[in-house]
């Protein structure tokens, strides 16, 4: 099985330890995602809202650059880093997987990040 890495300029660059997502077996797997704004890597948003959609605005550009799309997402998995934003989380998330939505699992983050309330990952079909 050959692997790909995706990389794309339209989402937040990743530490040098991971890749944004890595393309085999005739899918994605969009490593976990934060709120970090392309351009200048700083984290976007205050509101677990705000972080939440700009996790999936960095998934959505890795998929497009991966040849896929939000719509073809079948699992997520969602880090947050207090439970108690579940609720605002799931807000914004619903906005983007109003129907069908992918299988879902959750997390706490295991290290406290000044500023940063959420981490997403996924996998998509190719």
């Not at 997390?107 to 940063?116: D, F, H, R, T, V």
Request: aromatic share 6%.
């Amino acid at each position: 099985m050959s692997r790909q890495i995706v990389f794309t300029t339209d989402a937040a660059k990743p530490p040098a330890t991971y890749s944004q997502a890595v393309r085999a077996g005739g899918l994605i797997f969009v490593s976990g995602t934060a709120p970090h704004d392309p351009a200048t890597g700083k984290i976007v948003g205050e509101t677990i809202q705000e972080q939440t959609r700009q996790c999936l605005k960095n998934i959505s550009a890795i998929l497009e650059a991966a040849g896929s799309s939000l719509d073809k997402v079948a699992s997520v998995t969602i880090v947050l880093a207090d439970e108690d934003e579940f609720a605002g989380m799931n807000e914004e998330y619903l906005k983007w997987f109003a129907s069908n939505p992918p299988a879902r699992q959750g997390a706490k983050l295991p290290a406290k990040i000044p500023g940063l309330k959420v981490s997403i990952a996924a996998i998509a079909e190719a």
